[in-house]
């Protein structure tokens, strides 16, 4: 069986995650389900990156330990990847005892190899994004990723010789061209970042204490990146003096899943750090676009941040699921609005979903008292809906191997919206009428429920909840991703899916805040 490791990015203990945030986790869940689906041995790592100035300075204004505050976040971001049905095989913490001591062990063996080295760091500090930058790099002054004022700071570092590999990582990326995707971020750390000239980066920092300190200069803590990136590989078992099978099986990871806003830290820091290493570099990493809310990035400064435990509250775990994994383009920014949220459940996942599922289990029940085999009376507009449920494992294939999420849960729908078209044209009731249409009814309601049965099977990574509703009402176990000729029902009883919502009332009560 084949391996496959997955990861996120680890999220930043300085508060609780918005649905942007979210998205990513769910994004790696649909990826770990499809693989496991596929037949793949999956490993999914997530967790938490909990060290930091930032997190020093929120915890003593809390009036709490650094550790007593990362608890706590660590804990509500927990809750919500678990709120989301996500299903990670390990929730990693940098404040992880293990961690800390194989982070010390990387830094003395990047130091004894020359690749670290003590100088002093005077640079333009941005504390929220724990980031030094030049004159040149600032945006009207201010901070490039944020928008915040920057500080002069000097102190004396560590630095890491990121020039020293800046020309194989060159040559690396353009030999691999799937390393980087979407190809667009590709060409924007070659020409933008790389290019130009790496510059030697800090890796440690003195002015704050919160940290993993350097084991023989304690003065010093271990700066963020260096902490932060090799937690994909300190949590499955790598170790300078001597990795366990877990590393040796698990590495290199076959996905780095990030927001597009960290890509150059995965791309450029990671890979070099792991050249120092002498570690092969993950296959893939993949720099997905962001979940905006009104065409406008959330942030709390802004008021316009949606929490996903709020949406689940109101719309349920597998359509907030749904809403986010299709919407949110391969390389776009996607939007999020309470208004479209509404309509995509009620188009797609009341009208076209649950409205084939109820009818084909009602009429199963009504005409044939729940049970009913293939007795093979078919008509010419048959063949194209039996060929699209043949396709379609391929056709999904196609586009997850692409990490075309959305891309993937348009291929189910249109055999879905394809199945109704099928009743329309089929008239059910009209054939329940004449006694000598028996078997042609009874091969209609067969078909219809095996693409029910083989879309709610490929559903599962996507909305698993629903899927397990749908294998459970049809009652049929088999997990074949195609027509079945000889496969045979005695259904449930029809529960709704999804309800439709009235969309005015319930965005005036939202409104009111009921």
Not at 108 to 118: A, Q, R, S, T
Not at 153 to 178: G, M, N, W
């Amino acid at each position: 069986m084949d391996k496959y490791y997955i990861s996120t990015a680890i999220a930043y203990t300085s508060g609780k995650p918005h649905i942007g945030n979210t998205y990513e986790v769910v994004l790696a869940d649909s990826i770990a389900r499809y693989k496991r689906l596929k037949g793949y041995d999956v490993y999914f790592q997530t967790g938490t990156d909990e060290h930091g100035e930032k997190i020093q300075i929120k915890a003593e204004a809390a009036g709490i330990t650094p550790q007593e505050y990362v608890d706590n976040i660590a804990g509500q971001i927990k809750d919500i990847w678990d709120i989301m049905n996500t299903s990670y095989d390990r929730f990693v913490r940098t404040t992880d005892k293990n961690h800390e001591r194989v982070v010390q062990k990387i830094f003395k063996k990047m130091y004894d190899k020359g690749d670290i080295y003590l100088g002093e760091y005077k640079g333009l500090y941005c504390t929220p994004c724990e980031s030094f930058w030049t004159e040149s790099q600032l945006v009207n002054g201010k901070c490039p990723d944020c928008g915040r004022d920057v500080e002069e700071k000097v102190e004396q570092a560590y630095f890491f010789r990121l020039s020293k590999y800046q020309d194989r990582l060159v040559e690396y990326i353009e030999s691999h061209p799937d390393f980087i995707k979407p190809e667009s971020r590709k060409n924007e750390m070659i020409n933008n970042f790389i290019k130009p000239g790496l510059q030697d980066l800090c890796v440690s920092r003195t002015s704050f204490n919160w940290g993993i300190p350097v084991d023989f200069d304690p003065k010093h803590v271990v700066y963020v990146w260096l902490d932060a990136l090799t937690n994909y590989i300190t949590n499955i078992g790598y170790d300078p003096d001597g990795s366990n099978e877990e590393f040796n099986k698990l590495w290199p990871a076959d996905l780095h899943l990030i927001g597009k806003d960290i890509i150059r830290f995965h791309t450029i820091y990671w890979p070099c750090f792991l050249f120092s290493l002498d570690l092969p570099l993950p296959k893939q990493v993949f720099g997905h676009p962001w979940l905006l809310t009104n065409n406008d990035k959330m942030s709390k400064s802004k008021g316009n941040v949606i929490y996903a435990d709020d949406l689940v509250r109101v719309f349920g775990t597998d359509a907030v699921r749904y809403y986010v994994l299709h919407e949110i383009p391969y390389a776009n920014d996607g939007n999020l609005t309470y208004d479209l949220l509404i309509e995509r459940i009620n188009s797609d996942l009341a009208n076209v979903l649950g409205n084939l599922v109820n009818r084909t289990i009602s009429m199963v029940n009504k005409y044939f008292d729940g049970t009913v085999t293939n007795k093979g009376v078919f008509e010419d507009y048959d063949k194209e809906l039996i060929s699209m449920i043949n396709e379609l494992d391929s056709k999904v294939e196609k586009k997850m191997d692409n990490l075309e999420i959305g891309a993937s849960l348009d291929e189910i729908f249109d055999v879905l919206r394809r199945s109704n078209k099928f009743i329309d044209e089929a008239t059910p009731w009209v054939l329940a009428k004449e006694e000598d249409k028996k078997d042609r009814l009874e091969t209609v309601l067969y078909s219809l429920l095996e693409s029910i049965r083989v879309c709610g099977l490929l559903l599962k990574p996507f909305i698993p909840e629903t899927s397990d509703k749908i294998k459970s009402q049809i009652n049929n176990t088999k997990e074949e991703l195609k027509y079945l000729e000889d496969n045979s029902y005695t259904v449930g009883t029809p529960e709704a899916l999804f309800m439709r919502i009235d969309k005015n009332k319930l965005l005036e009560e939202l409104e009111k805040g009921e």
